[in-house]
Nanobody
Framework: EVQLVESGGGLVQPGGSLRLSCAAS????????MSWVRQAPGKGLEWVSA????????YYAESMKGRFTISRDNAKNTLYLQMNSLKSEDTAVYYC?????????????WGQGTQVTVSS
């Protein structure tokens, strides 16, 4: 079965950095685009970033541009999100999610999420 397991979250001060990881299994990882999605406390889901099957194309929500970097290591079946210059507004549960295909923006499997808290 498809499994996505996020890790790397935690408590960080404003302006700090974190790198999130998502370990994927149960499918041919490099056949699919991947995304990160987050949910802040009391709010709905917000798409963060997406990456094509080979990492050749990346996409970011406006508030993340220049601060976040999505990447993947297909040999390790792992997706990453490097987060720099973190703000309190970035506090959320971060989910990695599998695209239905190469990049059709339909996310059919989601991980359990990892908590990121940005606070002084």
């Amino acid at each position: 079965e498809v499994q996505l397991v996020e890790s790397g979250g935690g408590l960080v001060q404003p302006g700090g950095s974190l790198r999130l990881s998502c370990a994927a299994s149960g499918f041919t990882f490099d056949d699919y685009a991947m995304s990160w999605v987050r949910q802040a406390p009391g709010k709905g889901l917000e798409w963060v970033s997406a990456i094509s099957w080979n990492g050749g194309s990346t996409y970011y929500a406006e508030s993340m541009k220049g601060r976040f970097t999505i990447s993947r290591d297909n040999a390790k079946n792992t997706l990453y999100l490097q987060m720099n210059s973190l703000k309190s507004e970035d506090t959320a549960v971060y989910y990695c999610a599998k695209d239905l295909s190469q990049l059709v923006w339909v996310l059919d499997y989601w991980g359990q999420g990892t908590q990121v808290t940005v606070s002084s």
